[in-house]
């Protein structure tokens, strides 16, 4: 018995893992319980698998968060230094803008100084010329009176211009009214009477007769000729007289006159509207018409064309003659211009007539306008330089006489050298003996004057 009790709990706790002991004859035998240490491991094992699972969560998050600080920290820093960088070179820029902007001004001012300094001169060259023209010497005035009326002189022979020629007499006039010498007042009386007459003189309307040729121009271009050509192809219709109206040739009709009467009546006014219709349309196939000149029927469009172009340089030819004061080849280009479209334009067109109307106008204008001159101020001022060298070698001949006395030794000399004038009829003859002279003693003989 001893030897078999240690032998049960060993069976039991053999069969307690495993599959249960089927029950066997001892009934009273109570089943194996589990050990009490093995229920703390089983309940530690879980907690520490959740409290290390929540730690490394909390790991990975605090990690995450701190690589985004890093990151963020690091973008911070990187854009701080962008901003530093960009800073730096923004006042570098800023600085060479400052030293350039210092540059220029000082430049703008050496500029200003050199500008001031050149109106100064400028000024101070046309007060030299002012006081100069004004105030210097009646020759340097002349010259440059010579010089506007020569200007003028050119403008009136060669172009005709009248007004740059009055341009040229006014500045003139200025001048001397602005210097006021006695001495060139009859100069500028004669610059005032050349200078009325520039005024009053009739000119020639340039501008004017260069529009009006310009529109012929464009006008023997497009005008029909009496052939259809390229820049007219269709023939210009004569205007037809519109035909009676039957109500018309009724209008006469008596309304108490017998039918026979009536029906003749009705009948020769059918007749007569048939006639003038076909009369009508027969007219549109048929044009009969007056030419002067035979070729101008028989002109191709090759020819017309060249024909065109023949009146646009002859109307060229006349604005040359206009601009360069040629009369007579203005007078004959006109009339060629008149006669050609007369001849070769159909006068049905109203461009044809507006043509021919400006032709003949300008045909009828005469650019030979005589103007006159400024020759008497040139006469004046060649006047005024002869009477100027006359007056400056009167004064270098007496100018050593008066400005040096001769020695005493040398005065008998110079008396002998230089020959008396007789006396004139009617004057007494006057005396050699100065003021000055001593008086000669009372028994010196007396001298008679050498001639």
Request: glycine share 4%; no cysteine.
């Amino acid at each position: 018995m001893t030897d078999k009790k240690p032998e049960i709990p060993q069976a039991g706790q053999a069969s307690a893992p495993g599959i249960p002991a089927s029950p066997g004859p001892a009934t009273n035998a109570r089943p194996a319980q589990p050990s009490p240490a093995k229920k703390p491991r089983s309940v530690l094992l879980p907690a520490f698998i959740i409290v290390l699972l929540v730690a490394l969560a909390l790991a990975a998050a605090l990690w995450y968060q701190q690589r985004q600080f890093h990151q963020a920290a690091d973008s911070l820093a990187a854009q701080v230094q962008s901003g530093a960088s960009a800073a730096n070179q923004a006042a570098e820029q800023a600085q060479q803008a400052l030293s350039l902007q210092q540059e220029q001004s000082g430049q703008i001012a050496a500029l200003e100084r050199s500008v001031s300094e050149a109106r100064s001169h400028a000024e101070s060259l046309e007060q030299a010329f002012r006081n100069l023209t004004d105030s210097g010497s009646d020759l340097v005035l002349i010259n440059d009176v010579d010089h506007l009326l020569t200007i003028a002189q050119q403008q009136l022979q060669l172009s005709g211009n009248v007004a740059n020629a009055v341009i040229s007499l006014e500045t003139a006039q200025a001048q001397l009214a602005r210097a006021n010498r006695p001495g060139l007042a009859s100069l500028l009386q004669t610059i005032n009477g050349d200078l009325d007459r520039l005024r009053a003189a009739s000119t020639v309307d340039v501008a004017l007769l260069s529009t009006q040729l310009d529109e012929l121009s464009a006008l023997v271009g497009e005008a029909a000729l009496l052939v259809p050509d390229d820049a007219a192809p269709d023939i210009v219709p004569s205007t037809p007289s519109a035909p009676p109206r039957a109500s018309e040739s009724r209008g006469g009709m008596d309304a108490d006159a017998p039918w026979w009467r009536q029906t003749l009546d009705t009948v020769d006014g059918w007749s007569r509207s048939a006639w003038s219709s076909i009369r009508q349309d027969l007219g549109q196939f048929i044009t009969v018409r007056r030419v002067d000149d035979p070729t101008a029927l028989l002109m191709s469009p090759d020819q017309a064309t060249r024909f065109r172009e023949n009146l646009r340089l002859r109307i060229m030819t006349a604005q040359l003659a206009l601009m360069m004061r040629q009369p007579k080849i203005w007078q004959s280009e006109t009339e060629a211009l008149v006669k050609a479209v007369e001849s070769r334009y159909d006068q049905k067109s109203p461009q044809s007539r507006q043509a021919l109307k400006l032709a003949r106008e300008m045909a009828d204008t005469s650019i030979e306008v005589k103007l006159p001159t400024v020759t008497n101020s040139l006469q004046a001022v060649e006047a005024l330089r002869e009477a100027s060298a006359k007056s400056a070698q009167e004064g270098a001949i007496t100018s050593p006489s008066s400005n040096g006395q001769a020695p005493a030794d040398d005065a008998p000399g110079a008396a002998q050298a230089e020959p008396e004038e007789p006396p004139q009829a009617g004057e007494a003859p006057q005396s050699e003996a100065a003021p000055s002279d001593p008086v000669p003693p009372a028994d010196a003989a007396p001298t008679t004057p050498q001639r």
